[in-house]
């Protein structure tokens, strides 16, 4: 068995389920549990004044993550795939690594935006740091506006690509080139 136990870091984002869904495929095939984390980054509100009302604030962030989280076993479950599930307060990339690495986890599967230049050096990745931090492997797996440009101009190229690539042949039959879908 290549995979026993892959982690799976959520946010619970609209496109987290695309990675969910990979992760429990990659899982059902390798007979792996599936280890669910998602980290609170209460770090982020460390700016707010004190007279803000942290509890709520706090019982607001844990309802997030427990949607996250229950996202996670209703796609495990559809796949009879089993999953483990944590939510830590922290630092996302640390604290993935750390459970990765700790956990005895044999990947790590998630989500990235493909933020570049600008965009990446202010907001940072999270899943950058994690490759570079983490000495268990990571599959990333493309989320967000831009998958769905890629994926209609893939379309739109295989189309076009399967047009340009038939022709027809002296006995009138179409004949479809090794680049056709």
Same mark, same amino acid.
């Given at each position: 068995?290549?995979?026993?136990?892959?982690?799976?870091?959520?946010?619970?984002?609209?496109?987290? $389920?695309?990675?969910? #869904?990979?992760?429990? *495929?990659? %899982?059902?095939?390798?007979? =792996?549990? !599936?280890? &669910?984390?998602?980290?609170?980054?209460?770090?982020?509100?460390?700016?707010?004044?004190?007279?803000?009302?942290? $509890?709520?604030?706090? #019982?607001?962030?844990? *309802?997030? %993550?427990?949607?996250?989280? =229950?996202? !996670?076993? &209703?796609?495990?479950?559809?796949?009879?795939?089993?999953?483990?599930?944590?939510?830590?307060?922290?630092?996302?990339?640390?604290?993935?690594?750390?459970?990765? *690495?700790?956990?005895?986890?044999?990947?790590?599967?998630?989500?990235?935006?493909?933020?570049?230049?600008?965009?990446?050096?202010?907001?940072?990745?999270?899943?950058?740091?994690?490759?570079?931090?983490?000495?268990?492997?990571?599959?990333?797996?493309?989320?967000?506006?831009?998958?769905?440009?890629?994926?209609?101009?893939?379309?739109?190229?295989?189309?076009?690509?399967?047009?340009?690539?038939s022709d027809v042949g002296s006995d009138g039959?179409?004949?479809?080139?090794?680049?056709?879908?």
């Amino acid at each position: 068995m290549m995979y026993q136990r892959i982690l799976v870091p959520t946010d619970g984002s609209p496109g987290s $389920e695309r990675v969910l #869904e990979h992760a429990v *495929e990659l %899982a059902s095939v390798h007979g =792996a549990t !599936v280890h &669910a984390l998602y980290v609170i980054n209460s770090g982020s509100f460390a700016g707010l004044p004190m007279e803000s009302s942290w $509890e709520g604030l706090d #019982e607001m962030l844990h *309802e997030d %993550a427990e949607a996250a989280i =229950a996202d !996670v076993r &209703a796609i495990a479950e559809r796949s009879n795939v089993q999953v483990e599930t944590s939510i830590v307060e922290g630092t996302p990339s640390r604290e993935i690594v750390r459970l990765a *690495e700790r956990g005895g986890c044999d990947l790590i599967v998630m989500g990235t935006h493909g933020r570049g230049g600008i965009d990446r050096l202010l907001l940072g990745s999270v899943a950058e740091k994690v490759v570079r931090a983490s000495k268990v492997p990571v599959l990333t797996v493309r989320v967000g506006e831009e998958d769905t440009e890629s994926e209609n101009e893939t379309e739109a190229e295989s189309k076009a690509n399967s047009e340009t690539n038939s022709d027809v042949g002296s006995d009138g039959e179409t004949e479809t080139g090794v680049g056709a879908d």
